[in-house]
């Protein structure tokens, strides 16, 4: 908590929001269809979330472990954002603070003007988070959750929204099946159901497709884009890269607690001028060429800045006696793009 939010006594009002300054910057309100409009007038003249100067450590036995160190970026409303990195690079961390699970050391994180420790029941309200692990209630059945889930944000008559996220999620079927009855995977959509139910305008998915089979990932996408396309902020952490260069506008890259890389993704897959050559092999690659080399069992990519370097790697290859199959030659993509970024810095 910041000093001025822990100095004021319970009897002080909190110093206005951006928000409440529009509101108070446009006049008196009427209500109703005016205030909405205000409402998002307001709402564009902020961003959806920022990170300002988070930094958070841990006591650790072999001494204090910093697992985010100064992270600062911002995300506008409407973004489509993607927030990427190792195992341990802080994302979780930094998804934590963000929803009111964990307090920054230092720093602070604003959710649509609404600070998440001063402000934290209107931050709260602004967002839905999808966590990495599988929670649910083993008591109720799919439909009942959810309505208990509307219950926390005190919306009452929410089955038709309700119905809608059954339907756009692939849940119909199962609305009155008890939760410990689903496979995972039908757990992991309620969850994003859960998430969604009182339509929050900020959605933060931590690695929402992880271990999850191909139908489910398209069904997320596909409702996913629609409400972003619709002005929801989503916020995505993923280890599918590909994912992410077909979903995100923009990408921030962690490593070790700390933002190395913040782009469009056009850019970053522009930044890198090498070409890729793509084949498959059953045999053993030549030292040289193995140390280039990213392999995936019969499948290996090789960094070629031209044509030139395709046809001396090709060579190399023929001279080793590997034969070569689904020979292609292309441009980076974010998984090249990722390793390059992580291994340079």
């Not at 910041?2 to 928000?19: C, I, L, Q």
Request: charged share 25%.
């Amino acid at each position: 908590m910041d000093a001025a939010a822990y100095n004021r006594r319970p009897h002080e009002a909190a110093p206005p929001t951006p928000f409440a300054v529009a509101i108070a910057a446009q006049g008196t309100l009427c209500g109703g269809a005016n205030f909405n409009a205000l409402r998002a007038a307001a709402r564009a003249l902020m961003p959806a979330v920022v990170f300002d100067q988070v930094t958070k450590t841990y006591a650790a036995a072999r001494g204090e472990v910093r697992a985010l160190d100064g992270v600062s970026m911002t995300i506008e409303e409407g973004e489509f954002f993607g927030l990427l990195g190792p195992n341990g690079a802080g994302k979780t961390t930094l998804i934590s603070i963000l929803a009111g699970l964990t307090r920054a050391s230092s720093g602070r994180v604003v959710v649509l003007g609404q600070d998440v420790v001063a402000d934290y029941v209107a931050a709260r309200r602004c967002l839905g988070i999808v966590p990495q692990e599988l929670v649910f209630d083993p008591f109720f059945s799919v439909r009942e959750c959810l309505r208990i889930q509307s219950g926390y944000f005190g919306l009452r008559r929410n089955d038709a929204w309700i119905d809608e996220l059954l339907a756009g999620l692939g849940l119909a079927d199962k609305a009155d099946t008890n939760m410990r009855s689903l496979s995972g995977g039908m757990k992991r959509r309620v969850l994003v159901a859960q998430a969604l139910v009182h339509k929050p305008p900020v959605i933060v998915l931590d690695e929402p497709t992880a271990g999850v089979d191909v139908e489910l990932r398209q069904t997320l996408w596909h409702f996913v884009a629609r409400l972003n396309k619709q002005g929801h902020t989503v916020l995505l952490t993923t280890h599918y890269l590909e994912e992410a260069e077909a979903l995100c506008g923009r990408i921030a890259m962690l490593k070790q607690g700390r933002v190395v890389a913040l782009d469009r993704t056009a850019n970053l897959l522009a930044g890198t001028a090498h070409q890729m050559m793509r084949f498959k092999t059953d045999d053993v690659l030549p030292d040289d060429v193995a140390a280039l080399a990213r392999v995936t069992g019969r499948s290996a990519q090789v960094r070629a800045h031209d044509a030139g370097e395709v046809e001396t790697l090709l060579a190399r290859l023929r001279q080793a006696g590997v034969r070569v199959e689904d020979l292609e030659i292309g441009r980076a993509d974010l998984e090249d793009v990722f390793i390059e970024i992580m291994q340079h810095q």
